[in-house]
Structures are given as C-alpha cells and as structure tokens.
T-cell receptor, first 110, second 117 residues
Framework: DQQVKQNSPSLSVQEGRISILNCDYT??????FLWYKKYPAEGPTFLIS?????DKNEDGRFTVFLNKSAKHLSLHIVPSQPGDSAVYFC?????????FGAGTRLTVKP | DTGVSQDPRHKITKRGQNVTFRCDPI?????LYWYRQTLGQGPEFLTY????????KSRLLSDRFSAERPKGSFSTLEIQRTEQGDSAMYLC???????????????FGPGTRLTVL
C-alpha cells in the first residue's frame, strides 16, 4: 500500500522561477516529514524536514509546507537553479517506520 | 568525508549465488537502516538496527534476506540464492536518534547496485 504518494512523476521549470513539488500521505500517525534529493548513481541526500507540530520550515531557497488536515506537504524551491535538477523524494516517518514516495524528477532549464 | 559508505558499489552475480553487501554508517550513529530501491520507485524499507539489536525485520522481502550488525558499527546484508527479481539498488542509511519517538533524519550511502543474471 502506498502511504506516501507523489502524483507528478516529472516537473519542468525555467531557471529563476519557483519549483513546487507535492506529496500526499494517508497515515495520520506520521509525525515527521522529509525531502530528499537524488542524483543518478548516488544515494538520496537529505534536504529539509518538518515536524508535524509546524506548518512551515525554511532553509535558504528551500521551504517545506505541511497541511496536516489535508495530509499534504509541498517543497518550494525559489529561485530554481539548473543544479537543482534531480529526483526529489518525500518521506514520512512515524516512530520506526519511514515511507517514501516514488519521486518527482525536476528539470530546471537554463 | 565521514558519510555513510557502502561496498561494493556494483555487484553482478548469477542466479542462485549468494551475495553480501557491507555498510559503514556515520561514526557514532546508533541506528542503521537497509532499503531496496527499484527503478521508478522510492526506497523500500527492509530492516533496521539500534546499535547491535535488529529491532525490525518483518519487512525483509523473504527468508533469503538477512542482515547483521554484530558490533553495533558496520552492517552486512546477505541475499542467499539470488533471483533475477532481486536486481535493485540496495541502500543503507544511518541516524542518531537519541530519544524514542524523536525526529529521525536518516543519511544515506551511495548504494550497491545488484544485477542478477
């Protein structure tokens, strides 16, 4: 069962514009959410996280928003840069259980 | 660089052979996780250790899969009698979860890509 879903397999944006990646989850027990970035032939790299007690966390160009009532989180990248082109995975965690979405491939065009 | 390391990075084997992968976590991280990732999917949790104790193994894919972390430092994942369906990327991650129920940020290694012919 897919408890974490990323419904957009790909996203293309122009350099300098905002990238918005979305993620939905079904398990209300999840209390910690993370975004990872993955380049080809490398493992996922931790990007940013948010606890369920918050609705926003910001780190430089990256902001994660959490809407608990909608069971939805999003990652905003602004401004987008060509080096941001990668596959982005959202993950949700409850105690010792972490589930990942299938990923969204972001392409930032110069 | 003191990140998570995995060895080998690539493994090609014939069906029916046994394979073993090694993971060295970030120094002093008490938790170590194993995941499998197939094409077009996110990492799929297999098992994890808190120090040397394997606290969850019900999600190992079959009894052909086993993992150890004998001294609470590095870990090995073994797949016996490999099948073509075992071909995937095997990822290791570690974290420093000090408190039960605390936030668990996992840091991943580069993975071992297994190809079963």
């Amino acid at each position: 069962d897919q408890q974490v879903k990323q419904n957009s397999p790909s996203l293309s944006v122009q350099e300098g514009r905002i990238s918005i990646l979305n993620c939905d989850y079904t398990n209300s027990m999840f209390d910690y959410f993370l975004w990872y970035k993955k380049y080809p032939a490398e493992g996922p790299t931790f990007l940013i996280s948010i606890s369920s007690i918050k609705d926003k966390n910001e780190d430089g160009r990256f902001t994660v928003f959490l809407n608990k009532s909608a069971k939805h989180l999003s990652l905003h990248i602004v401004p987008s840069q060509p080096g941001d082109s990668a596959v982005y995975f959202c993950a949700a965690s409850a105690l010792n259980d972490m589930r990942f979405g299938a990923g969204t491939r972001l392409t930032v065009k110069p | 660089d003191t990140g998570v390391s995995q060895d080998p990075r690539h493994k090609i084997t014939k069906r029916g052979q046994n394979v073993t992968f090694r993971c060295d976590p970030i120094s002093e991280h008490n938790r170590l996780y194993w995941y499998r990732q197939t094409l077009g999917q996110g990492p799929e949790f297999l098992t994890y250790f808190q120090n040397e104790a394997q606290l969850e193994k019900s999600r190992l894919l079959s009894d052909r899969f086993s993992a150890e972390r004998p001294k609470g430092s590095f870990s090995t994942l073994e797949i016996q009698r490999t099948e073509q369906g075992d071909s995937a990327m095997y990822l290791c991650a570690s974290s420093d979860l000090a408190l039960a129920g605390g936030s668990d940020t996992q840091y991943f290694g580069p993975g071992t890509r297994l190809t079963v012919l």
